[in-house]
Every structure is written in structure tokens, then in C-alpha cells.
């Protein structure tokens, strides 16, 4: 018996292959704000996500909900601007979508981006961050369900989850673009409601560093898809109580984003020239 999951994502692959002009080799998740910043491919062809059958369209306010692809360099992309959270009531199938669907196209580096917020002491608003590992605190995961064989092994290791390859790639470029380049542990929330300093002091006593409510399910599904992954976080505000006086706001998130946006973008432009593929 086919899987119904399978059936739709094979369908929604279909229709994106059709308005291809080549195969991407690298997708790029832009997270919260960022996809205004970043801009479009040149030449760049706009796929909405209303065009893909089965496709879960995200519901959030800054996030625009549609693909482009094209070229960043000599590497053929595809963008995806505005990404599905859990928190929005869909399922961890709808999360990891796109996630799958990227593998299908045969995309084999996945470049994941996010706001977060800085948990760490040494990390200030506005700092880029490299994701070295990540902490599932979401109570869910994608690949929960029967397996979904054509993707990938039933129990996958996680232990290299974040490519050191890649991480290395992304140290070297961020040294060639003077682009000063921390490092951290990212901790997945449900949300949407912000953390209490409680909380964000057991994370940080668990070993996290910024703390997000997306990434994971998408990097399980695309790390069990067999893709490497590349994770970078724009810390847009200090966690919740790390600075006693200071109230959390979406309005800063996406303040911080746009004014850091072009900086990652130059970043992953710069990863993108170094990697062969
Ligand atoms: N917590 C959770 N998610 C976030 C934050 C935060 O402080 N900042 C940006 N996304």
C-alpha cells in the first residue's frame, strides 16, 4: 500500500520539477523577516506555494509563502521564503514538507535559517550563529509515524546532524568576509508564546544557547532525507529574562532580522561560491 504522505509529496515534487528551469543543488530556508532582506535569485522564476498541490502555506505575518529558484553564483537555488511552524496548529508532517520535498527535487545541502533568541551570556542581539547541534524540546518529531522508507532509515543518527563539512565551509567564509561568525546550541520551543526566564534558565542549564521555535523538524527530516545541512541563526534578542528589564517583542525579532538580513545574506553567498558540488 502506498503512503498517502508519499502519494502528496511525490505530487507536489512533480509539479515544482515542471516549473524548473534546472535542478537545485541547494535549497535555503529563510526564516522570520529574512526573506525580505535576503531579495530573490537573479533571474529568478517565483513558485507560490498555492501552485503546489498539498503544499501547507504558512499563516504567519512576515513570511510570504513561495519558493523561487534560480542561480546565487553558479549555484542553482531554490529559496524558500516563509516556512510552516508548528506552532500554527499543522501537523509535523506539514512542518518537514518542504524539508522532503527539497530531497525529491534531489537538493543535497540545506541551508536553514532562523531568529532566535540568545540564551548564551557572550551573545548579543544581532549576532550571526552558526547551529552546531540542536535540542528537541518540541515534544513531537517528524518522523514519527510509520517510516517513510523511500527517505530514509527508520532510526537515523543525529550525531552529525549539523555537517561538520559544511560547518567548516561556513567558518571560512565568514573569515574571508570579515563576517564575525559565533557558534551555539539551538533548543527548539512549541510556542508561539515567548519563553519564561525560568524556562530559559533550565535551557541553559541543559547546554542551549539560542532558543527558536522552528529548524528542528525540518533539519530531522532533511538529515533522515540523507541532505547536509548547514544551520545559521540571526540571535534577534536576548531570551527572556536574560536582560530582567527587557519585555520580548515579534516587532523586534523582525526589526533585528532586516537590519542583519543583508549580512547573512552576504554570508550563504559566500558559502555558496566555496562549495563543491
Ligand atoms: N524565543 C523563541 N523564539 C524566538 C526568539 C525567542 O526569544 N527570538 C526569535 N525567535
Not at 39 to 56: A, K, L
Not at 85 to 101: K, N, P, Q, W
Amino acid at each position: 500500500m502506498r503512503d498517502e504522505r508519499w502519494e502528496k509529496l511525490t505530487a507536489a515534487a512533480d509539479t515544482v520539477r515542471g516549473r524548473l528551469e534546472e535542478p537545485p543543488t541547494v535549497a535555503i530556508t529563510l526564516g522570520s523577516g529574512l526573506s525580505e532582506a535576503f531579495g530573490v535569485p537573479d533571474g529568478g522564476t517565483r513558485i507560490p506555494c498555492s501552485d503546489i498541490p498539498g503544499f501547507p502555506a504558512p499563516t504567519v505575518a512576515g513570511h510570504a509563502g513561495e519558493f523561487w529558484s534560480g542561480r546565487i553564483g553558479r549555484v542553482p537555488v531554490l529559496l524558500q521564503r516563509g516556512r510552516t511552524h508548528y506552532y500554527e496548529g499543522r501537523s509535523m508532517d506539514d512542518v518537514a514538507f518542504a524539508a522532503r520535498l527539497f530531497a525529491l527535487l534531489g537538493v543535497k545541502t540545506f541551508i536553514v535559517t532562523n531568529a532566535s533568541g540568545a540564551i548564551r551570556s557572550d551573545l548579543s542581539a544581532g549576532d550571526l550563529v552558526l547551529i552546531t547541534d540542536h535540542i528537541n524540546m518540541l515534544g513531537a518529531n517528524p518522523l514519527r509515524g510509520p517510516n517513510l522508507d523511500e527517505l530514509g532509515p527508520r532510526f537515523p543518527d543525529m550525531s552529525a546532524a549539523y555537517t561538520p563539512r559544511l560547518r567548516a565551509v561556513a567558518r571560512a567564509a565568514a573569515t574571508a568576509e570579515k563576517i564575525e561568525l559565533k557558534e551555539g546550541i539551538y533548543v527548539a520551543t512549541l510556542g508561539p508564546s515567548y519563553e519564561t526566564p525560568a524556562e530559559i534558565r533550565a535551557f541553559r542549564a541543559m547546554g542551549a544557547d539560542l532558543v527558536g521555535m522552528s529548524t528542528v523538524p525540518e533539519v530531522i527530516a532533511a538529515s533522515h532525507a540523507g541532505m547536509e545541512v548547514l544551520g545559521i541563526s540571526i540571535a534577534t534578542n536576548l531570551a527572556a529574562g536574560v536582560d530582567p528589564n527587557a519585555a520580548l517583542t515579534h516587532d523586534e525579532v523582525i526589526e533585528t532580522t532586516r537590519r542583519k538580513g543583508a549580512e547573512l545574506r552576504r554570508l550563504i553567498v559566500a558559502v555558496l561560491a566555496r562549495l563543491e558540488i
